[in-house]
């Protein structure tokens, strides 16, 4: 009893360190906890101040200024024949306080396309976080159905070993009793050794996948992660992109690419502004005091003020010219960008047609197996058949049926793949929710 009590214990610990997962469920907790996002969402931020600090360009400027002084005795000479220096006062204190307006009214466009350049820098960046946003959950996706694939590899591996066992359990009988030679006795124990090696092997896999993407969704290393059998069948994939249509209209980085294209028009635009003389409203007040000599109160004055940099007209050629060149740079970046959209989407179309064909012909496969193991089976119980032929068509029964299991998430992680290269990964996660 008492080890029953112990070993119902040591399952229920167990049974807690599992931790099921859904595919839906860690996509949107890495968007919540992983450091990429973070950070793209931080880069957002930073522009968007950098886009309020350009508007504040706009406003009027206003200084206030004041100062006090304590002054030594002086000496005054007013070199007036009616006025006696002896008869001045000689003031210890002056008070200056100013204040002065400025608020631009021309600056050759400078302003407002220095707000266009950032505003389309500052939608460039949302479009780059949601481009990161989608790298990362295909990654979660990829570490996911890898992490599924070894389990299920694991379970098929387990059951297999159940019956190998047995197999040996048998032949030992068989051997002990003079039927079979022990040489088919040792080929049955080598079965069970092999697939004891890709047990070994298949719970290091798993183990290494959990622990990767417990890292990119920040969850504790010793938590076991048990993947959602049911993603891999509950999902719809009848509304597969079939063209680059849609990648070229929705895919992020593009649309990125092309907001800092409108970004560098804009700026082109920032430096042929020197090209034009500035004119700006000023206004100002004054009040002064020099105790005991003179006090001026109410002093204020306002005009305009006209400004322009004679030499910067020669010296701006080699600004206008350098912001031409970075936008034709961005402007190739884009061409390039978009064959390579293409090439990619092209890609996942044929591999994930490829992934359903294959699926289809594992199916056809395991029928095959199935069906060659019975009948190698029922010769070998009748004495038809020796080992070599038994042994190999439970090895090519049992690959057969990882190949099938493996084969339909392959089509699911092909088709997250293309939905991914058509811009299309994120509305299938309901991004709006994040």
């Given amino acids: 009893m008492l080890f029953g009590v112990f070993f119902i214990g040591i399952s229920s610990t167990e049974a807690q360190e599992k931790t099921s997962l859904t595919l839906d469920e860690a996509v949107k907790l890495a968007w919540e906890k992983s450091n990429e996002v973070t950070l793209a969402n931080t880069k957002v931020n930073t522009k968007k101040y950098e886009l309020q600090s350009v508007k504040n360009n706009q406003y009027p400027d206003l200084k206030v200024s004041g100062q006090y002084q304590r002054l030594g005795k002086a000496s005054i000479d007013l070199h007036n024949d009616e006025a006696s220096s002896e008869s001045m006062a000689s003031p210890d204190r002056a008070m200056l306080g100013m204040a002065n307006l400025s608020l631009p009214i021309f600056s050759g466009f400078k302003i407002q396309s220095s707000i266009d350049t950032y505003e389309s820098l500052y939608e460039a960046e949302t479009a780059n976080a949601a481009k990161t946003k989608e790298d990362v959950a295909l990654r979660v996706i990829t570490y996911y159905t890898a992490l599924y694939k070894a389990q299920k590899t694991l379970d098929l591996l387990n059951e297999n070993q159940k019956q190998a066992k047995q197999r040996v359990t048998d032949f030992t009988e068989l051997e002990k009793n003079g039927i079979i030679p022990r040489n088919d006795l040792l080929k049955a124990q080598l079965m069970v050794s092999k697939t004891q090696l890709s047990i070994d092997e298949a719970n290091n896999n798993i183990n290494n996948i959990n622990f990767y993407l417990t890292t990119l969704l920040k969850l504790e290393p010793s938590v076991k992660l048990q993947v959602n059998e049911q993603d891999f069948f509950n999902l719809k994939t009848s509304n597969a992109p079939t063209s680059d249509a849609l990648a070229l209209e929705n895919r992020k980085d593009l649309e990125a690419v092309r907001l800092q294209s409108k970004a560098s028009e804009a700026n082109i635009r920032v430096a042929k502004a020197g090209y034009y003389p500035t004119l700006a409203l000023l206004g100002g007040y004054t009040a002064f005091d020099l105790k ?83 009948l190698v089976k029922d010769k070998f119980d009748n004495g038809l058949s020796d080992t070599n032929d038994l042994v190999e068509a439970d090895v090519e029964h049992l690959s057969a049926k990882i190949n099938t299991a493996l084969s339909k998430a392959t089509i699911i992680q092909k088709y997250y793949e293309l939905l991914s290269v058509s811009g299309q990964l994120s509305q299938s996660f309901n991004l709006s929710k994040i």
Avoid: P
Avoid at 301 to 307: A, P, R
Avoid at 336 to 351: A, G, H, N, Y
Avoid at 354 to 362: C, T
């Fill in 292 to 374: 005991d000599f003179i006090t001026v109160k109410y002093a204020m004055n306002f005009g305009v003020g006209l400004s322009y940099d004679l030499s910067g007209i020669l010296k701006n050629n080699s600004h206008v010219k350098e912001a031409e060149s970075k936008a034709l740079e961005v402007k190739n970046s884009e061409a390039l960008l978009t064959d390579r959209i293409k090439v990619e989407v092209q890609k996942s179309i044929e591999d994930y047609d490829l992934a359903i064909n294959q699926s289809v012909v594992y199916d056809e496969a395991l029928q095959q197996a199935s069906e060659n193991y019975r």
